[in-house]
């Protein structure tokens, strides 16, 4: 009886397991499948713990041999993000976002030689996975492009103070969504190939 116990609870704890896996995997695909870029927010500001969340989620992204040569300045100064706005008017910070992070390269933690331009690569996924991470807690973010437009490096260098070796790659403007904007389906299969072009 006992022994019949015990499968029967393992079995139960494996099917558990088994169910939430695949709820979890089908949880990731969908905050993956549904991010959008969110350009009006509505001026209510987001908590520390939230930021906090989305950062170390940035993070968590992979980065060639583990250098994580990233530097994360988070802005929710009226003057500053009014500032970075006027810098960037592509960013909509105006339009009620609550922070924005400048997703920064530390040349001083980059490789060095060729491989150096990894840094772009790396920040880039910190930057993904800070927007997968707001979408997935209801908050809305946007994308905005730094690097390698020189003025616009040079414009929000000025802006946080940057010392030299900290290159500006893009923004991250948060804020919680006073719009839902269609999901739009990109999959092309035209784009794919195997094994050669």
């Known amino acids: 009886m006992k022994k019949t116990l015990f499968i029967l609870t393992l079995t139960a704890m494996i099917i ?25 927010f509505t001026g209510d500001k987001l908590t520390d713990q939230q930021i906090d969340t989305i950062l170390r989620v940035g993070m968590a992204a992979p980065t060639a041999v583990n250098k994580q040569p990233w530097a994360f300045v988070v802005v929710d ?26 997703v920064c390269g530390d040349m001083t933690k ?6 150096q331009g990894y840094w772009v690569e790396d ?3 910190a930057t993904e ?29 000025d802006i946080i103070a940057a010392p030299e070796y900290i290159v500006p790659m893009c ?18 299969p035209e784009n794919i190939h195997f094994n050669r072009w």
């Open 77 to 102: 100064d009226a003057e500053q993000l009014s500032a970075l706005s006027q810098a960037l008017p592509s960013s909509r910070i105006e339009n009620g976002a609550s922070h924005a992070i400048v």
């Open 16 to 40: 558990s397991c088994t169910c939430q896996s695949e709820q979890n995997t089908n949880s990731a695909l969908d905050v993956i499948n549904t991010r959008v870029s969110v350009r009006q």
């Open 129 to 157: 996975n800070m927007l997968l991470a707001a979408h997935a807690m209801g908050l809305g973010g946007l994308w905005v492009g730094v690097y390698p437009i020189a003025e616009k490096v040079k414009r929000v260098s």
């Open 123 to 125: 920040t880039s996924a």
């Open 110 to 115: 980059a490789l060095e030689g060729e491989a």
């Open 171 to 188: 923004l991250v403007v948060l804020g919680i969504p006073n719009e839902q904007p269609a999901v739009k389906d990109k999959y092309k």
